[in-house]
């Protein structure tokens, strides 16, 4: 069960989309006479995962509590094309308002869980996890990050404020690894470090300087096999850079621990909803 995300963010998440698309009012929904009621259903028209049933609620709770929306799955559950995925009822005015922006949610959500969990799927029984990364829509980065959970995949760090990655340019400026290496360990007691690494020296050093965490920056598959051999479990190594779908269970099966992929959150294909009425 993927803990549910925070309701203070998705409620601000929701009130700028709202504030982007409604603006000082509908003006379309305001040619309606008022007791006009709707039905409707939300149907999925590929094979996906479901992401992002809060979002959808709040949108409507918003601007109508009189809206209902009953669910006919669970969040993060498989689905095939043809699935009706939820049945709403109320005012017509409010869910005429509503449907753009609840269904960008859905769509942007469920796009995310559902690459993750081919991601996740192609590595199956390897025990590797898969990452996301930091390359997220802006203001949207914790709903990507529990679309990614949703996903069956892991959450690498929130933000540059709750752990510690040091990465080239990083070292550049401190001189070296080791020394990039000691700074952070003796500076964030308590925060996990990790350092990037383009070759197998530069993680000779890491591990040697007491890091227990190194990122493999665009290593081969012989490379990455050679990094397992040298850090034999005292550094947990996290493979990252041009990992495809067709590629990540080879990188996988060379013993890493972790693959993060920036395509989870980055290259965002919305999955394909309809909205109909009836």
Known sequence: MVPGPDPEAVAANVAAALAED???????????????????AVVCREEAVVCGR??????FARLDPAVAV??????????????????????????????????NFLQTLSGTATVTRRYVDAVAGT???????????PGLRAAQKYAVRAGGGHNHRMGLYDAVLVKENHIAALGSVAEAVRR??????GLEVEVEVEDLGQLEEAVAAGARRALLDNFPLEGLREAVRI?????????????????????AETGVDDISVGALT????????SLRYR
């Open 70 to 103: 009953r669910w006919r799955v669970a969040e993060g559950e498989r689905v095939g094309p043809g699935t009706v995925l939820c049945e709403l009822e109320g005012p017509a005015a409010p869910l005429l308002t509503g449907e753009r922006t609840a269904l």
């Open 22 to 40: 409604v603006g000082p009012g509908d003006r379309t929904a305001a040619l309606l006479d008022a007791g006009v009621r709707l039905a409707a």
């Open 266 to 273: 980055k290259h965002v294909r919305a999955v394909d909803l």
């Open 54 to 59: 809060p979002w959808f609620d709040a949108v």
């Open 184 to 189: 952070a360990l003796a500076r964030n007691p």
């Open 231 to 251: 850090a034999r479990g005292r550094c947990r190594l996290e493979a990252s850079g041009d990992v495809t779908l067709e590629r990540v269970r080879a990188v």
């Open 127 to 137: 025990g590797v996890r898969i990452l996301d990364t930091r390359k997220t829509l």
